[in-house]
């Protein structure tokens, strides 16, 4: 899963935190302290990049646009650098030790964010794809579950991005301010194939806006809406125009900016130290593999049993049109039911959702995920697994889709839903989770861990066929921790990641393509913290199991996990020994009394 906007698209579009201040210190909880403390920042973000702040849960803010006036990385800087005096001197008053863990995490948050920004100015030229962002910012507002006077802030929004609103300027206009104003300062360049996908893509998400708003109540927009159209299709044609030509060949980032990349994401290894982790973990896996084709291939009656042709065979049994929702609803179903009756989680009480994508969400995200609802403020909105549109051929047939296979829904299901991604975000709207844990604390590595980790759990449970691409899932993580640093060290050739990927992995082709634009320029790094994540959870609980031996049980320690937030593997682990494994352990050694 990927968040709708990732982390690099946020810190790269201008996330400005204004200066704390002092009048928080008087809370009567730990967690309201630390949300009063949250929230500030968090608000005072809220007007850089108001479309995303709305998102998040901070209200008022619907019906500003993004500030794209000059010097916003200089201003970044200070105000980051501000906040972090302000965080400090709390955190210096503060006694309660899971405050200031919070408090901590945000100062982390605000020291990588000007880490980031220092990088960024000094070595990339600006670049973002406007349609792209545009279309991500309406599409949370104007999402079904959000209510209809929150919908209505889209007209506002609509003419401060065309500069028909007083005192405001065509946001295209901006954009190609900032993107073009260090043209000749000798900087690295976006990377050509970026470039050429975001201009190929472009028409999908402008088209897209008309079908967000039809899809309303609203009405009188269809003007600031068309002329919105023709601004960001003139735009496009600019891009096309002053940035291909200026574009770089080679993919590769420079190992500084692949770094910051990986830190970004909560990876906290170096290249090459996640290239062993990936290399040992891909060729033992494909050994389990091996040996569980064979036990598939005679349950189904294949007469092949090696594993990249059995899994062939698999896939070749795909659910399409209205039927693939309703064989992801029932697969869903089931897990459920495992997952209460072997023990493993605590469930909630309703069902976990899921939909198909539209075209334009597809394009924005090719790849099953979980859109995630505001996690501050929220008023009953719920988590929801996207399935990536899949759309019949033109001449009535249906393409060949690893997210339509009915074996691979086990896995996906299990990693997007329960007890995977839909888990971790249900348990913290409903479980007081502070702001610090739900929001300032989110990476990949925290998200995609506990996900994979949710794959791995249930798949004892799963039946043989789910088993077997449940393994195939988590040979692709291998894959990533292993291929992603290769292929940006230039160590690996993309014909060489796509030969892994379609043969060993048995990815189909768009999947394969999607994986090398993922690795290559839409978001470096960040693939590798599925594996990375996992294996942290892994030996966390190993080490919880060899220090509570038969008083560990599956569900409390999950349940546990899950109500932490997102915590970084450092504190939760001080957590789960100090907070989990030691009462245990005292309640076992304190002796009963006779009666």
Known sequence: MDKNITKRLVTTLLLIPAVLGQTVLAKESWVERSDMIAYEVLESTAHFTPEFAGQT??????????????????RQIAIYRANIDSLESLLVKESDVRVRQDLQIIIKDQRNSVEATEIELARVLPYFNLPRLIFAGFNGLLDKQTPFERQRAALARLKKYTGQADGYTPISELARERMSERFDQGLIRPFKGEVEQDLKRSLVFINGLADLFAATELEGYEEDLSLLQDQLTSHTKWVEQEFLSRSREDAALPRELYELQLKNYGVDLSPEALIEIGRVAFMDIRNEMMALAPLVAAEKGY???????VI?????????????MTEYERVMEELDAIAARE????LPEEPARVRMATPAESAQTPAAHLSIPRLVGNTGEFPEFIVPNIAQNADGTWPDNDYAGRAQMWTLAAHEARPGHEMQFTTMLKGGVSIARATFAFNSANVE????????????????????????????RAQRIWMDPMLNLGLATREEVKRLLMEEVVSSEASANNELDRYIFRIPGQATA????????????????????DKFVDHEFHDFILAQGLLPPSILRQSVMDDFVAPRLESASTPVAPE
């Open 530 to 549: 599925y594996y990375y994540g996992y294996i942290m959870l892994q030996g966390l609980r190993a080490d919880a199991e060899i220090k509570l031996a």
């Open 312 to 324: 062939k065979r698999l896939k070749e049994d795909q659910v399409f049109g209205k039927d693939l």
């Open 343 to 346: 023990g493993l989680v605590s």
């Open 303 to 309: 007469e092949v049993t090696d594993y990249r042709a």
């Open 57 to 74: 849960g901070v209200e008022g803010f619907d019906e500003e646009i993004f500030d794209l006036q000059p010097n916003r990385s200089e």
């Open 449 to 476: 861990g506990w996900a994979l980790y949710a794959e791995s759990i249930m798949k004892p449970h799963m039946p043989l066929e789910g088993q077997l691409m449940s393994l195939k899932a988590r040979l692709l």
